[in-house]
């Protein structure tokens, strides 16, 4: 999935502020400013030992990040973001958003 940089999510609402609002409460903001702009993530947790070092973080978009909260890949039966796919058909966390899987 594309994501939005917060750059980019800044200069929308400055051009577009009836059409893409960004206000202080995700409820008062455009769901794309939520969901698309990437955010780091870090794949092991910090209070599970994880660091801030660049293995250890990835940009994520805010549902991938919100979902994935504070589990361990294992967990969710996911691989390292780093590792490259077995199976071309893996969606990330689509599944876990309550959709059914493409």
């Not at 609402?13 to 780091?40: E, I, K, Q």
Request: proline fraction near 8%; hydrophobic fraction near 35%; charge should be negative.
């Amino acid at each position: 999935m594309r994501l939005l940089s917060g750059g980019f999510v800044i200069a929308l609402r400055l051009r577009l502020p009836d059409a893409f609002p960004m206000g202080p409460r995700d409820d008062d903001r455009h769901w794309a400013g939520n969901v698309l702009r990437y955010t780091p993530d870090h794949v092991n947790a910090q209070h599970a030992g994880g660091h801030n070092t660049p293995e250890n973080l990835v940009a994520s978009c805010g549902a991938c990040q919100f979902q994935k909260g504070s589990c361990t890949l294992e967990e969710l039966g996911l691989l390292h973001p780093a590792e490259p796919t077995p199976d071309v058909t893996w969606s990330g966390l689509y599944g876990r958003l309550g959709r059914a899987e493409a």
